[in-house]
């Protein structure tokens, strides 16, 4: 059976478009520092609202499989039939949670307003991972590492402000950051405009632009997606354990206060946001399979460690555990968008959705585990998640695309 044939050869003018991946990256960044902010205020809720770890858990868990259960939806309808403007509309979303949140009197509320963030996330995510990989210029990897960094740099943010911020001055001033939604909307409007005009229409694409770049069978890409899935499972659950319980873990073992935790949650989130910039131009260079080996298995010695270390230490492990462990993403999701292509969108929101969805359900589950034993157990039974990153084992190699320039109908 012959070979399907490559993308038409590029043109000298296919460059990447930074000044649209940085805007997706600044819009990335205020998106996840307010979607940070909820989980970073889990202290004051549970104080305020007398919650327990299985409210918090849980409080997670609808922000997080609102967003997972419609990215991929979301990621599929766009493949057909892309809609510039939707990201100003997600990011209202957005707003709205945040404005509830800030004036939220008890648990239902709360929810509600977990919800809307939610929302908010489902929309950006996927669009906006197809216009970064449509202004790559065909350096994929780079351009889902400047997309993504941006998210983990207002991931990392988030809690930095909230002790700065709302800690001293209560609930209500986390109004102060509506101005970051705001702002994302009048960006995300000129690069909806940038996408309009760009956009190639999938009636009118090559076919060859929709074919696949391996000799894999559907088989073996089932395969290799369902390794790439359990991969995500290990990687966002071991990351709710320390995004969502951190804290509590800090002042628990530890004793130290709210903001000191605070601020050790800040150094582990700053340097997820540092490593996810090394996994993408890496996956570009050498190959995303060997990112993907080194940042999740590459983990295990660190996370091992990590609950019988001391206060400093535990700071050290957390860093280094983030700054492996984040490189991987990128990795992934580009290694699965060249196992299928045509479907940027609906990959694109089937593993940010994923993310999002996993991150949720093992924040309910370990919250109920906490509550029933001890959050030392957790960490405990979480620190051997990232033994799974053995499963790469079964991923097939694909070859690495760093010599080839592609066009626009080829990233779409």
């Known amino acids: 059976m012959p070979s399907p044939p490559g993308p038409p050869p590029s043109q000298p003018g296919d460059r990447t478009a930074f000044r649209v991946l940085g805007a997706l990256g600044v819009c990335h960044l205020l998106n996840d520092m307010v979607q940070s902010l909820l989980p970073s205020i889990y202290p004051i809720l549970k104080t305020a609202l007398r919650l327990d770890f299985g409210h918090i858990g849980l409080i997670t868990l609808v922000n997080q499989l609102t967003a997972s259960l419609l990215q991929p939806l979301i990621g599929s309808y766009t493949d057909r039939r892309p809609l510039p403007r939707s990201l100003a509309i997600g990011m209202s979303f957005t707003l709205s949670g945040l404005v509830l949140l800030a004036f939220s009197a008890h648990f239902g509320a709360v929810l509600v307003a977990a919800a809307l963030i939610g929302i908010g996330s489902a929309v950006f995510h996927p669009e906006s991972s197809r216009i970064a990989r449509l202004a790559s210029g065909g350096r994929h990897g780079l351009a889902q590492s400047l997309f993504q960094v941006g998210g983990n740099a207002g991931s990392a943010i988030g809690p930095l402000m909230a002790a700065l911020i709302v800690l001293p001055r209560g609930q209500r001033s986390l109004m102060w950051f509506a101005v970051a939604p705001i702002v994302a909307i009048g960006l995300l409007f000129r690069v909806g405009d940038w996408y309009r005009r760009r956009a190639p229409r999938p009636a009118q694409a090559p076919h060859a632009a929709y074919a696949p770049h391996h000799h894999l069978t559907r088989a073996e890409v089932r ?190």
């Open 223 to 412: 395969r290799a997606l369902a390794v790439l899935l359990v991969l995500v499972f290990s990687k966002y659950v071991y990351l709710a354990s320390l995004s969502t319980y951190y804290t509590f873990y800090l002042i628990e073992t530890f004793g130290v206060s709210v903001r000191s935790a605070q601020l050790h949650l800040f150094v582990f989130l700053a340097s997820v946001a540092a490593g996810t910039i090394l996994g993408g131009p890496l996956g570009d260079r050498y190959g995303r399979k060997y990112v993907i080996w080194g940042s999740i298995l590459g983990v295990l010695p660190f996370s091992v460690a990590l609950p019988y270390a001391n206060l400093a230490v535990t700071g050290v492990l957390s860093a280094v555990i983030g700054l492996i462990l984040a490189s991987a993403f990128s990795a992934i999701l580009v290694y699965a968008q060249e196992l299928v292509p045509g479907k940027v969108g609906m990959i694109s929101g089937l593993f940010f959705g994923l993310a999002f969805g996993i991150g949720g359900l093992g924040a309910a589950v370990l919250g109920v585990l906490a509550d029933a034993t001890s959050i030392r157990l957790v960490y405990h039974l979480c620190a051997w998640l990232p033994a799974l990153g053995l499963l790469t084992a079964w991923l097939p190699d694909l070859e690495p695309r760093t010599h080839v320039r592609t066009t626009e109908s080829d990233v779409e």
